[in-house]
């Protein structure tokens, strides 16, 4: 995988450095803190994913997470190059799951279905209105957009493979106890670095040890670790980064009552565009 990576037109296109995401959110930061804007973030994730498992399927099958991860990165990877004023939001979350579906060879999500099961999702967020009248007209055009402003980087490397690796090896430490219970709490840290910009800024194989590290320290078990850490070849100042933005995260998203608070951060978005137009 790191070495498929590293030739990646992910590697080379749409890996950043924090200066450079804030430049590309100049226009949105006008409006919102940095802290509203990733609260946004928060919300737009959590939203994908509920679509994604609840909207679009016209069978029992349930939607892989690596789907979901591809929609919540497609969604990130838009947004870093494009104002939310541009194109409504919602068009390109239903455009990123559909997307991602095909990619991923998953199948089975209907466009129309997923935009016409967006009010069911949003009942988890009651003060959310959705107007699904004026969306359909636009449906296919924000696929189009999206892959456009992506330039066609459709192929996402997650980092579900390195973590696999990295518990593999670590479990080779036969003192260390429950792995699988380590391994699961791992897993749901990866998941949610989707929240954060770690995606944007980090390579897989970062997030998945800042997932390992993160996740040993929420169940207070860091002294598992730190034999092996040592013995790993990594940019440590890079790991150290990306643990520090996923608590950064979890300090945030613990205090964010979306139920309350997303209404009056959709309300400061200015109006936008329901049919979108070539960007």
Request: hydrophobic share 40%.
């Amino acid at each position: 995988m790191a070495g498929n990576f590293w030739m990646s037109s992910q590697y080379d296109q749409w890996v950043f450095e924090r200066q450079d995401l804030l430049r590309f959110r100049f226009e949105d930061l006008k409006i919102y803190s940095e802290e509203e804007y990733q609260k946004l973030m928060i919300f737009w994730a959590n939203f994908i994913q509920s679509l994604a498992t609840e909207g679009g399927n016209s069978s029992s099958t349930k939607t892989r997470m690596q789907v979901i991860a591809s929609a919540i990165i497609y969604f990130k990877r838009f947004y870093a190059r494009r104002s939310f004023k541009e194109v409504d939001p919602f068009l390109i979350a239903c455009a990123s799951v559909f997307l991602a579906s095909k990619v991923e060879e998953h199948g089975l999500l209907s466009m129309s279905k997923l935009i016409q099961n967006i009010p069911n999702c949003l009942k988890r967020w009651p003060s959310v209105i959705f107007d699904l009248s004026s969306k359909n007209n636009g449906l296919y055009d924000a696929e189009f957009i999206l892959v456009e402003v992506m330039d066609c980087c459709l192929i996402v490397y997650h980092p579900y493979r390195p973590l696999t690796s990295f518990i593999q090896d670590l479990a080779k430490d036969t003192t260390i106890k429950d792995i699988d219970q380590i391994e699961a709490q791992c897993w749901k840290v990866a998941n949610d670095s989707l929240r954060s910009d770690c995606a944007l800024l980090f390579p897989p194989h970062v997030i998945a040890l800042s997932s390992i590290i993160v996740g040993v320290e929420l169940m207070g078990r860091e002294k598992d670790i730190k034999a092996w850490l040592p013995e790993l070849s990594v940019d440590f100042e890079k790991v150290t980064d990306c643990v520090n933005t996923l608590f950064t995260m979890y300090k945030l998203w613990k205090t964010f009552d979306e139920r309350d608070q997303i209404k009056p951060l959709l309300d400061k978005m200015p109006r936008v565009n329901s049919v979108p137009s070539q960007c």
